[in-house]
């Protein structure tokens, strides 16, 4: 919730901004995604699905199963053959959040700092991000959800997304936010194989939103706002450069067509008791922005064997990733860059202060790349699964899974001490010019799970108990120091610094510890009707001291119609009903919520006397520093559902209801100073979410041809309403956002994501100025945080796909759209680029708009202006309508794969986010550019 | 064989060892409660509570020179506070000073609540041999010293209303208070005093003599002790709260308290100035020190001319013809009619690094407090000659009372006292509260009922 275009203040280095044109570090805290190949676990009969699934992953229920989206990883990869997050966005519209301010578009750096399923569970104020995303769990083990960008497509079997709390349940105080559960390829039973796949993927960014005035335009705007008023010299000076040199498109310099290939090599085999994998690969992904670029490589080994009794496999991974962000710093950056300058001199070196003296002086971002600056970060990450199972008998089962994860993210930054930050150094701060930072970041867990499973077959009952066990250790460690005093722009490493700065070097060292119970018990009747009733105990170093364990429960219950009552129905193919009830536990506040926290006062020593030499025994002063509340209870999702889902003839249709109330939500109440602090932290707030998922698809042609054609079409709608929420914490959360001029804010009664602003009366013709309606209907330059008003959910109200998929012989194809419809939006990028923009930088054609003496019918405020309020003026309703999947694939006849001494060859071309259109025309990313890719996969088995 | 499986998961699942969840991060200059895992966390702890009352909010300005001091009428004050100085605490300026202090005495209540859980939780940690158990009656003193603060500043007198109740007690760091009557607060006040002091008196190096000083705990050698709440500082607290009460019996008994502190204390009088320690840091039985340049800055803000400085001066109600020639005092009249002097850096050399400590209890207020203690319990006698040895410590011995002087005419001698005696420090105003005096006001005019006037609760 920042400001982007607010952050181009020249502020000396130091801290965390080090680096001027790299991605501040806020988002992600640690850019660690990775590919990785994890471990499969147990392999052979139990996998089957209907007799033994669980021992993949036990967490899951027959009915809790049928109510939740589930896809296969074939479906996945048509849609997107490497990327599992944009995969997943485009096949469930029920995720969101991802990317909420659009910042960071295509950037192969970035990880989603959020997701959401089915809605926002959490108030915005993002006091704590124990709760932002959801957990994901890679075959019965959890994984860090910064690998799921770059999760390797090729081994996903299937992908399973549980939203409601009838299926989080069973994965307790960790899912609270929903779970995302993948489960990869078993090698199969067969003689030894090779498969190659390669993707080779292009990209292009677009970038057209800008809308930014050329050379001429901008001079011209100029001098009607009056900037060259006394000083004509100057205006004629840059209209004849113009002439001479044309206008500069500062947008395309950051820019490239960007080419990416991925390798992947895999042998595989085995017989019915030795299964063996083996699986190279290497993807060098390049981003659209120059410089930007993630290189990663890696290997891992899969073995199982199994007896009539034993079962037990093992993998290890090993995965390294060298990832760099693009130097060239935000795109606002350069659109803010006026076009009359001309970048660099005749031989090609770049100017680093373009217009000196003058009123539009600028620095430039172009000198900046020219410089040796560069943030990288290197990665490892150690992976072991190991997976035991016992069967003591035709019922009884045993079986163990432990997990070791060692990651390890070193990233460097470099800021030249040629680096414009250090212009206004004096000559004794020359020591203190350029800067290296190192920050590193380890991730170290342990996770055993131990369950034992029984399984009784009784004419016509199933009965199925799973009691099961699980620790979760983790140790999350980062720590960071910078040097500086580098004297060549070539000193880019840390041994070259003089000294280390003068902050203080950062440190932190967090532990999750939990210890959980579980247990299901399902029954099913003639493998028609199915009841599954599941608990579990979370006791978590996370939760507060007076409140350290947490349960969750659910009951689910599918009917199947068509088998009970439509048995010969040849109209009818499938026909199930699901219900669901369940609570989850969830995170929702970091240590220092529940625990007390002390530091020591180091500027402030309590000195033990008077006089100067005394002064000297000053003593250490050690203090509170926060305010908190040890029985603070962890956040409950509480989950109805109801769905049927069949197919009719040749559609197939699903549809779901589902009701949430996520309560006892962190909250802020106020309370008598004299406790210590005027407020407290408590569980009084509580959302809820309730909405419709639908998906339709209809085989509307299938002849004997061999052509297949199906319509699809899915939405999703969710609404979602702060159902309870104390006033101190709407009060307090509201007049900070309104201080920042943020058009967020909370209120009972309004959507958890509710976007607000205050009513706009229009542009005063007098004085150029914005006026507001207050709440009592007056008009005021000076409205206060009360007059701030709802505008609308930032959630479209229906959102989801529509599409077609064809098959004809060996080719496929498919075509998907995406849309939303409803969503408020607000145009941070006009208000800050056109409404309280000056003439000193580039500016968007619409501030032609502008007030002036001479257009004083103006839909934007004048020059001057200082308010930032969020205004109505910049809300709007976004509709959008995307092409974005387009894919053609070819499947070569096995005779053809056979000349080529080849057993498979399959190759196909996919085309992501081809076309994008939107009825706000604002653009997209002001960070990192979205871009459109065109994917050459091929697949060859040897 | 099912049957120990599942009993043992069960077990598994229910048992665990708590410790395991404890897991307490580390970093960010942070430090969770296993940081007390040693005697220096809890010295460093009581040092914070220190370093947070002499905050600008308290006795580093509002409480003191800043704020309480004008309410005395020694001011003239500056545009903006006038309203203030004549105790209109209706005013912006009252306002805010009142809704400052309170949060923070508050809040040092709530540390020293949580230094005492501390104490109380780790039961583990070895102390030098007293160091606990001195530590634990001065956080306990402290608490009820800071809620006699917040009595006096914001109910009425107890001796104008006993019944007023404003000021909750705060034991413990739940958020909950136990609301009493101005009467009942003085009572809890006064036996938390008690049994601080009766502690103190076993424990505490400025009576035994002897420091817990090693070379890692500074801050307890007998002389250092003036830095924090002190036996004789408990003891006079005690006296306070009891004379705020205002029976006989508790003037008798605050009575035996000052001249306890008089004879056993070993605190005696600045008869010549030396140096330039024109506070008399000597005469210190509780104090606090300075920020680096706090009490300093703030004379030199108040007392420079405008724009520099606020250009307060010396109001008419203060003539320095009123102290003997050879009283000391009379260093702090500057020719300005200001009192630069008195929180001058006590060195000329390097300004800013020698402010002035902050005197929150000092043996002059033991010895005028004694003198009505005396005269009020019975005792004029005693009364006039605690009185006449106090003025014979200012160098007055002129302005000493005839042994034929009635109660009256000492009060009127002490309340003259007081006028100068805490010139700046803030603490005249509760004498003229606790007495529910009519004052003159800066002025000229008359401030009736002082004793009615509270700072209000603004919450």
Not at chain 1, 264 to 291: A, C, E, H, I, T
Not at chain 1, 608 to 613: D, K, P, T, V
Not at chain 2, 30 to 49: C, H, T
Not at chain 2, 416 to 423: G, V
Request: proline content about 4%; glycine content about 8%; overall charge neutral.
């Amino acid at each position: 919730m920042t400001k982007p275009l607010q952050t181009n203040e020249r502020k000396l280095p130091g801290g965390i901004s080090a680096v001027r044109l790299l991605r501040p570090l806020a988002f992600p805290a640690v850019v660690s995604v990775m590919l990785s190949m994890s471990p499969s676990p147990v392999f052979g009969q139990g996998n089957t699905p209907g007799h033994e699934e669980f021992v993949r992953d036990n967490c899951r229920t027959d009915s809790a199963a049928a109510a939740e989206a589930g896809y296969s990883g074939e479906e996945l990869r048509r849609l997107h053959p490497t990327d599992l997050v944009r995969a997943l966005q485009l096949i469930d519209p029920s995720i969101c959040g991802t990317d909420p301010d659009e910042r960071y578009g295509s950037d192969p750096n970035a990880v989603p700092a959020a997701m959401s399923l089915q809605g926002v569970k959490s108030f915005i104020w993002g006091m704590s991000d124990a709760d932002a995303r959801p957990l994901v769990i890679v075959d019965g083990h959890s994984e860090s959800f910064d690998r799921l960008k770059d999760f390797d497509m090729q081994r996903i079997a299937s992908v399973t997304l549980l939203k409601n709390a009838t299926a989080t349940a069973l994965y307790g105080v960790r899912a609270g936010q929903g779970a995302i559960v993948i489960t990869t390829k078993v090698p199969e039973a067969h003689p030894l194989r090779l498969t190659y796949n390669f993707d080779g993927t292009f990209q292009r960014a677009g970038m057209r939103a800008f809308d930014l005035m050329d050379a001429g335009q901008k001079l011209d705007w100029e001098k009607r706002m009056g900037a060259y008023e006394g000083n004509d010299a100057l205006y004629r000076q840059r209209m004849a450069d113009v002439k001479a040199n044309g206008s500069t498109d500062w947008l395309d310099m950051p820019l490239r067509t960007s080419f990416s290939h991925r390798h992947r090599v895999s042998v595989y085999g085995g017989d019915s008791s030795l299964r063996y994998r083996g699986v190279l690969y290497m993807n060098p992904v390049k981003g659209v922005m120059k410089g930007s670029k993630r290189t990663m490589y890696g290997a891992s080994a899969f073995i199982g064997y199994t007896t009539r009794r034993l079962e037990i496999s093992n993998e290890l991974s090993v995965d390294m990733a060298d990832a760099s962000e693009s130097t060239y710093g935000p795109m606002y950056e350069w659109a803010r860059m006026n076009p009359y300058y001309a970048p660099a001199d005749e031989r090609g070196v770049p100017y680093d202060i373009l217009g000196e003296g003058t009123f539009s002086e600028q620095w430039s971002p172009l000198y900046e790349t020219s410089l040796n600056s560069f943030a990288e970060n290197k990665i490892a990450r150690v992976n072991n699964n190991l997976t035991l199972r016992w069967k003591i008998d035709e019922h009884f089962s045993v079986a163990g899974q432990f997990n070791l994860t060692h990651d390890h993210d070193k990233r460097s930054e470099f800021t030249s001490p040629m680096s414009l930050v250090y212009k206004d150094y004096e000559i004794d701060e020359i020591d203190q010019k350029g800067s290296y930072r190192i920050l590193r970041n380890r991730l170290e867990s342990y996770q055993e799970k131990v369950w034992a499973d029984y399984r009784l077959e009784r004419e016509r009952h199933t009965l199925r108990a799973t009691l099961g066990m699980e620790v979760y250790s983790a140790t999350m460690t980062d720590d960071a120091f910078r040097g500086v005093g580098m004297s060549s722009d070539h000193m880019d490493y840390i041994s070259f610094a003089q000294r280390y700065a003068a902050e203080r070097p950062e440190g932190t060292k967090t532990y999750e510890r939990v210890l959980s119970g579980y247990g299901v018990v399902s029954w099913s009747l003639d493998r028609t009707l199915f009841v599954d009733l599941a608990g579990r105990v979370d006791k978590s170093s996370m939760l507060a001291p007076d409140k350290r364990t947490a349960g969750s429960y659910s009951l689910t219950a599918a009917y199947d119609l068509k088998k009970a009552l439509l048995d010969n129905s040849g109209f009818v193919g499938r026909l199930m009903l699901t219900a669901g009830y369940g609570s989850t536990a969830g995170y929702q506040f970091d240590y220092g919520f529940v625990n007390p926290l002390y530091a020591y006062d180091i500027d402030n020593p309590y000195f033990n006397g008077m006089g100067s030499n005394n002064y000297s025994k000053g003593l250490v002063s050690f203090y509170n520093m926060n305010n908190y509340n040890p029985a603070l209870k962890w956040k409950t999702t509480r989950n109805v559902n109801v769905g049927v889902s069949g197919r009719i003839s040749t559609v197939d249709i699903a549809v779901k209801y589902y009701n949430t109330l996520s309560k006892d939500l962190l909250t802020l109440e106020g309370q008598n100073v004299a406790f210590g602090s005027g407020f407290r932290y408590a569980n009084s707030g509580a959302i809820r979410n309730s909405g419709l998922e639908f998906s339709v698809a209809a085989g509307v042609l299938r002849d004997r041809s061999g052509l297949d054609l199906t319509l699809f079409a899915k939405g999703a709608v969710n609404r979602s309403k702060i159902t309870e929420l104390p006033d101190y914490s709407a009060t307090t959360f509201n007049s900070t956002m309104f201080e920042y001029g943020y058009h967020y804010g909370m209120a009972e009664g309004d959507a958890a994501d509710g976007l607000y602003a205050l009513r706009s009366a229009g542009i005063d013709p007098a004085t150029g100025k914005e006026q507001f309606y207050l709440r009592d209907g007056s008009k005021s330059f000076s409205p206060t945080a009360e007059d701030m008003e709802y505008q609308g959910s930032m959630t479209p109200k229906l959102r989801g796909t529509f599409g077609v998929t064809a098959a004809y012989r060996n080719f496929d194809f498919a075509a998907v759209f995406s849309y939303s419809l409803g969503g408020k939006f607000y145009d941070l990028y006009t208000q800050q680029a056109v409404d309280l923009a000056g003439y000193s930088e580039n500016v968007p054609t619409a501030a032609e708009g502008k007030w002036n003496t001479s257009n004083k019918d103006a839909v934007y405020q004048g020059l001057d202006n200082s308010g930032g309020y969020a205004s109505s003026r910049f809300v709007s309703t976004r509709n959008t309508l995307s092409l974005s999947s387009l894919r053609i694939g070819y499947a070569f006849p096995k005779k053809i794969a056979s000349v080529m001494r080849m057993q498979g060859l399959k190759v196909s071309l996919t085309c992501d986010d081809l076309w994008y259109t939107s009825s706000v025309k604002s653009p997209r990313s002001l960070y990192y550019p979205y871009a459109s890719s065109f994917i050459l996969s091929l697949q060859a088995t040897f | 064989m099912k049957k120990i499986i599942y009993t043992a998961f069960l077990l598994l699942v229910t048992v665990s060892c708590d410790k395991w969840f404890e897991a307490e991060p580390q970093g960010g200059g942070q430090s969770g409660a296993k940081v007390f895992d040693n005697e220096g966390s809890f010295r460093d702890y009581m040092n914070g509570i220190y370093t947070g009352l002499r905050s600008a909010e308290l006795y580093g300005s509002n409480l003191t020179l800043g704020g309480v001091e004008f309410l005395a009428q020694s001011f003239n004050p500056y545009a903006g506070a006038g309203a203030w100085a004549k105790m209109d605490f209706n005013d912006d300026m009252a306002l805010t000073i009142a809704r400052e202090a309170y949060t923070r005495l508050y809040a040092a209540i709530y540390q020293c609540n949580d230094i005492l859980r501390l104490f109380a939780e780790k039961k583990d940690v070895d102390f030098i041999a007293g160091s606990r158990e001195m530590m634990v009656a001065e956080a306990r003193g402290l608490r009820a010293f800071l809620h006699f603060e917040l009595l006096r500043l914001y109910s009425p007198a107890c001796t104008v209303d006993s019944g007023a109740s404003n000021i909750l007690w705060m034991e413990g760091t739940q958020p909950k208070g136990v609301q009493m009557t101005t009467a009942q607060l003085t009572d809890k006040i006064i036996s938390e005093l008690e049994a601080a002091a009766a502690e103190l008196a076993k424990y505490d190096p400025i009576v035994t003599g002897v420091g817990y000083d090693d070379l890692s705990l500074l801050g307890t050698a007998p002389i250092d002790r003036v830095w924090k709440l002190n036996y004789y500082g408990c003891l006079a607290a005690e006296a306070r709260a009891l004379m705020s009460r205002g029976t006989a019996e508790d003037f008798g008994k605050a009575y035996g308290l000052l001249t306890k502190i008089i004879g056993e204390g070993g605190y005696a009088f600045v008869r010549t100035v030396s140096g330039t320690d024109y506070e008399f840091s000597a005469e210190f039985i509780f104090a606090l020190p300075s920020p680096e340049t706090g009490f300093c800055a703030l004379s030199e803000e108040l007392f420079n001319p405008a724009p520099d400085g606020k250009g307060v001066t010396l109001s008419a109600r203060l003539d320095i013809d009123d102290l003997h020639a050879d009283d000391r005092r009379r260093n702090w009249f500057d020719s300005d009619n200001t009192m630069r002097t008195k929180f001058a850096p006590t060195s000329k050399i390097d300004k800013w690094k020698t402010a002035p400590a902050i005197p929150v209890i000092k043996i002059g207020e033991v010895y005028l407090m004694a003198a009505e203690a005396a005269a009020k319990s019975e005792q004029l006698p005693a009364g006039i000659g605690q009185f006449n040895d106090f003025m014979v410590q200012r160098n007055s011995e002129s302005l000493k009372l005839p042994d034929t002087a009635t109660q009256a005419q000492l009060m009127e001698a002490l309340g003259k006292q007081y006028q100068y005696e805490f010139l700046g420090e803030g603490v005249r105003y509760h004498f003229c509260k606790r007495l529910n005096l009519t004052v003159t006001a800066y002025d000229g005019s008359q401030i009736t009922d002082v004793g009615k006037k509270a700072f209000p609760i603004v919450k």
